[in-house]
């Protein structure tokens, strides 16, 4: 029952099922396999509800036990290992989760399992960590060998495809590429619309990144129109999830900035960040992006008392996150930049510079370093 809910995004409908099974389980003193299925589908559940600490304590024991009942280099760990990988990217562990994901991929090579369908999951993944690290064409790289033989295996019209697709499509927004992106989102919407329906709120991502695409292209009308619909979806869904909530509000902040709608902006942003405020152990790198905004507003409004505050506030929560050179905290330095410069503090906004510029070639160390290890 909790699958059947998890497939059509039900999460909320499915976590009281999920947590019934594992405590029969363990009251009855089930298999270790059933236990630890339980657990899984728990762990895979917290993820998707951003709940990545819960997430990562049950992964783990799910894991322990998983290995236990069979052994270290089942593929069956190898799966759980890409599970564990993504919630260490979704905390920002990059490191922790690229060794998750080579482990599995070993395991999948040392049980002679490593033709192009088995390991294609597994690139995708992959493609994923480098996206977040910001090692774009490496990303491009790994997605394009995978996406050739989903295609081939499961079909051009399969969810999975679509799902890949998608991904696709960020990252060419990411890169501004984006009539790449908009080709892709034109193949993977039709297909998730048959799966889940027309007015989903499981389409929300889709129609966010198809916003981007649209307000880079400055077609106002259909930039609002995806954002209408994003917001449709989760107020009339009954438990959207606080993260996708967050992201409609959060997207709708970026275009009224655009749309130089300032005071429109703000209140979208305060939005945002309320509902992150009321979650514990909310994803900190999203409200990291909140407060950047709102800093950013408030420079661009001449506030800069408010603005150097909310700054630091985000430099805190990315550096709790990331290291130091993540292109994410390059963000918020570049708006204190901006902000030193208009109050003419220039000694400040050369010294934001000059950090940027490490990140910047920090990163491009770190990228040269990642295409060595995949040689």
């Given at each position: 029952?909790?699958?059947?809910?998890?497939?059509?995004?039900?999460?909320?409908?499915?976590?009281?099922?999920?947590?019934?099974?594992?405590?029969?389980?363990?009251?009855t003193n089930a298999s270790e396999t059933e236990a630890?299925?339980?657990?899984?589908?728990?762990?895979?559940?917290?993820?998707?509800?951003?709940?990545?600490?819960?997430?990562?304590?049950?992964?783990?024991?799910?894991?322990?036990?998983?290995?236990?009942?069979?052994?270290?280099?089942?593929?069956?760990?190898?799966?759980?290992?890409?599970?564990?990988?993504?919630?260490y990217r979704r905390q920002g562990r990059y490191q922790q989760a690229a060794s998750a994901l080579e482990r599995a991929i070993t395991i999948i090579r040392d049980v002679g399992r490593a033709d192009d369908q088995e390991l294609a999951p597994f690139k995708v993944d992959m493609a994923r960590l480098l996206v977040a690290q910001g090692a774009?064409?490496?990303?491009?790289?790994?997605?394009?060998?995978?996406?050739?033989?989903?295609?081939?295996?499961?079909?051009?019209?399969?969810?999975?495809?679509?799902?890949?697709?998608?991904?696709?499509?960020?990252?060419?927004?990411?890169?501004?590429?984006?009539?790449?992106?908009?080709?892709?989102?034109?193949r993977a919407l039709p297909i998730q619309e048959k799966v889940f329906g027309p007015d989903h709120y499981l389409l929300?991502?889709?129609?966010?990144?198809?916003?981007?695409?649209?307000?880079?292209?400055?077609?106002?009308?259909?930039?609002?129109?995806?954002l209408q619909k994003s917001l449709d979806a989760i107020e009339n869904h009954p438990a959207p999830g606080y993260l996708i909530k967050s992201d409609v509000w959060t997207r709708w902040g970026e275009f009224y900035?655009?749309?130089?709608?300032?005071?429109?902006?703000?209140?979208?942003?305060?939005?945002?960040l309320q509902i992150l405020e009321t979650v514990e152990n909310a994803q900190s790198d999203r409200m990291a992006?909140?407060?950047?905004?709102?800093?950013?507003?408030?420079?661009?409004?001449?506030?800069?008392?408010?603005?150097?505050?909310?700054?630091?506030?985000?430099?805190g929560l990315l550096e709790s996150l990331y290291e130091r050179d993540h292109?994410?905290?390059?963000d918020v330095l570049e708006t204190l930049v901006q902000l030193h410069h208009q109050i003419g503090n220039t000694t400040e906004a050369t010294k934001f510079k000059q950090q940027i510029e490490e990140?910047?070639?920090?990163?491009?160390?770190?990228?040269a370093q990642i295409a060595t290890a995949m040689e």
């Open positions: 029952m909790a699958r059947i809910y998890m497939a059509s995004g039900g999460y909320a409908k499915a976590q009281p099922f999920l947590e019934k099974a594992l405590h029969m389980a363990q009251e630890c299925a339980c657990m899984l589908d728990l762990a895979y559940l917290y993820k998707n509800q951003g709940r990545l600490m819960a997430a990562e304590t049950m992964c783990q024991s799910g894991l322990a036990l998983q290995q236990k009942a069979y052994h270290p280099n089942h593929p069956y760990v190898a799966h759980t290992l890409r599970i564990l990988s993504e919630i774009f064409a490496h990303a491009e790289s790994y997605f394009k060998d995978a996406i050739e033989t989903i295609e081939a295996v499961y079909g051009p019209e399969h969810f999975y495809t679509a799902k890949v697709l998608a991904n696709m499509a960020e990252l060419y927004v990411l890169q501004k590429r984006y009539s790449q992106a908009d080709a892709f989102i034109a929300v991502p889709l129609w966010l990144t198809a916003s981007r695409i649209y307000q880079a292209k400055e077609d106002l009308e259909r930039t609002r129109l995806f900035i655009w749309s130089k709608k300032y005071n429109k902006a703000e209140h979208a942003f305060q939005k945002a992006i909140i407060l950047n905004n709102l800093a950013k507003i408030y420079v661009d409004q001449g506030k800069y008392s408010k603005a150097e505050p909310l700054c630091q506030r985000a430099l292109r994410m905290v390059a990140i910047h070639l920090q990163q491009q160390v770190a990228h």
